[in-house]
Nanobody, 125 residues
Framework: QVQLVESGGGLVQAGGSLTLSCVGSGPIFSMFGVGWFRQAPGKEREFVAAVSNSWSETPSYGDSVKGRVTISRDNAKKKVALQINTLKPEDTAVYYC?????????????????WGQGTQVTVSS
């Protein structure tokens, strides 16, 4: 079983950067694919980025953030980080970390079985 805890959210001015962290627990964390999703008020949860359990597989990125985000993984620390650059007001949302037992960098929300509690990111204009 895996548990996830996100941190790093906050209030940021447009154009700034932020790094979110997701720390996992459990002995098999390294076997899971890990993704980041976000949900703004009144909107559906949206895929942001994902990384697989394999160093050879390229991470996946959502179209709305491609070129502005980087996802990275440190299995020794059981941590997955999401760096977001050039933040825009439309990036304002609760950001969730999630784990999939499939182990791949899936963009499909339904593949993810374990979710963190979320961290709020607010971007001011």
């Amino acid at each position: 079983q895996v548990q996830l805890v996100e941190s790093g959210g906050g209030l940021v001015q447009a154009g700034g950067s932020l790094t979110l962290s997701c720390v996992g627990s459990g002995p098999i964390f390294s076997m899971f694919g890990v993704g980041w999703f976000r949900q703004a008020p009144g909107k559906e949860r949206e895929f942001v980025a994902a990384v697989s359990n394999s160093w050879s597989e390229t991470p996946s990125y959502g179209d709305s953030v491609k070129g502005r985000v980087t996802i990275s993984r440190d299995n020794a620390k059981k941590k997955v980080a999401l760096q977001i650059n050039t933040l825009k007001p439309e990036d304002t949302a609760v950001y969730y970390c999630a784990a999939t037992p499939r182990g791949v960098a899936s963009m499909n929300l339904n593949d993810y079985r374990t979710w963190g509690q979320g961290t709020q990111v607010t971007v001011s204009s």
